[in-house]
């Protein structure tokens, strides 16, 4: 009875091979299928971008290029006596009195004359070029006209670093989040004292500084970041700057450029920055 034909065993065992097929082939659909739905402990999702307000268009900082216009005596930063009031200790407000009087001699030591070096954060905040704000769940840019200069903050949950992986940079590590339309982000690692500096008036900060930025727009046409410095080693209290930006007409274009492509401000060897005229000669006063 177990003697059968060729064509009789195939006629018993296609439906099984068929079942058998149809079975691997719905697993491995339930298996592609749980591997592409979400774990039910994954992080929480960034913001997502239509929710995100809207900073597009070209902004240009409100005021001076004195980093606290608010406790500026009057002028710009590099005029010979104008300063802010960071609430320095007592080495620290001598090291400033220190540098203004360089900025009066001239030979107070910008890392912008050395073309290409980036200004650096916080004083990112507070440059004569044009900004863009481009902003994404993940994380937001802040540009400005002179290429170096970008800050890059991250809001897709992630902490910063461990204490033994940070090292210093121009611009620091930034992560941040969302309260309604303000971006808080907060800002640690960035050089110190002697590679960068805050504006010309002379301010400088330590290595260990700790900066928490809030960005909002106050009105359509206006953009206001408060900034809140804390220095354990420069300073007696934080230190808190409000900076505004309006906005520029619509279809406003921004171009890049180099400061080393027309660099009127040489340094000579002893420290002296110097302005150059459009004949290439230096047109600053005798000291």
Known sequence: ?????????????????SAY???????????QAAAQAPASNASPQPRALMDLPDWSGVWARIGTNVFDPATATPGAAGAPGVRARPP????????YLDNIEKVKNDTFPD????????AGFPRLMSLPDTYEFVIRPEQSWILTENGPNTIRIYTDGRAHPPADEVWLTYTGDSVGHWEGDT?????IGMKGEGETIIDRT??????????VTRIRKVDPSTLEAQIVITDPVAFTKPWNITRRYRSLPKGTRVYDYACAENNRN????????????????PIDLPR
């Open 1 to 17: 009875m177990w003697m059968r034909t060729r064509m009789e065993r195939r006629s018993i065992f296609a439906p099984l091979f």
């Open 21 to 31: 097929l149809v079975t691997v082939a719905l697993a491995a659909l339930g298996g």
């Open 88 to 95: 320095y200790n007592a080495v620290w407000e001598a090291k």
């Open 111 to 118: 890392p912008l004359s050395y073309c290409g070096i980036p």
């Open 183 to 187: 971006l808080v982000f907060d800002t």
């Open 202 to 211: 002379g301010i400088v900060l330590s290595d260990k500084a700790h900066v």
């Open 266 to 281: 040489p340094v000579t060897q002893d420290g002296r920055t110097l302005t150059l005229g459009s004949d290439g000669k």
